[in-house]
Nanobody, 120 residues
């Protein structure tokens, strides 16, 4: 199971850190991803991180502003979001899988999502 948290209502330029806690003993073997979905839009890739944390990928729209990391001892992955913009408003989902990729179909397990709203 994946449990995302940390969303909220912030102003443009603010920061938020999302967390995603996972259960299970194989967390360190999982590729973790963050996706987001705005109303009326398809779910889009935000970032991914390999099991060791050594490989990171970001969507162009968040490069330089968002940072993903993981703590395998705590079975948790993080998404640090800085310089937030109104267009970042969406429900953010964490996901887990065993294959690298930025397609949602790559991932087998999904959290419930956490709402991030950025006001202008």
């Amino acid at each position: 199971q994946l449990q995302a948290s940390g969303g909220g209502l912030v102003q443009a330029g603010d920061s938020l850190r999302l967390s995603c806690a996972a259960s299970g003993r194989t967390f360190r073997t999982l590729l973790m991803g963050w996706f987001r979905q705005a109303p009326g839009k398809e779910r889009e890739f935000v970032s991914s991180i390999s099991g060791s944390g050594g490989r990171l990928d970001y969507a162009d729209s968040v490069k330089g502003r968002f940072t993903t990391s993981r703590d395998n001892a705590k079975n948790t992955v993080y998404l640090q979001m800085n310089s937030l913009k109104p267009e970042d408003t969406a429900v953010y989902y964490c996901a887990a899988g065993s294959t690298l990729g930025n397609s949602p179909f790559t991932y087998n397990y999904w959290g419930q999502g956490t709402q991030v709203t950025v006001s202008s």
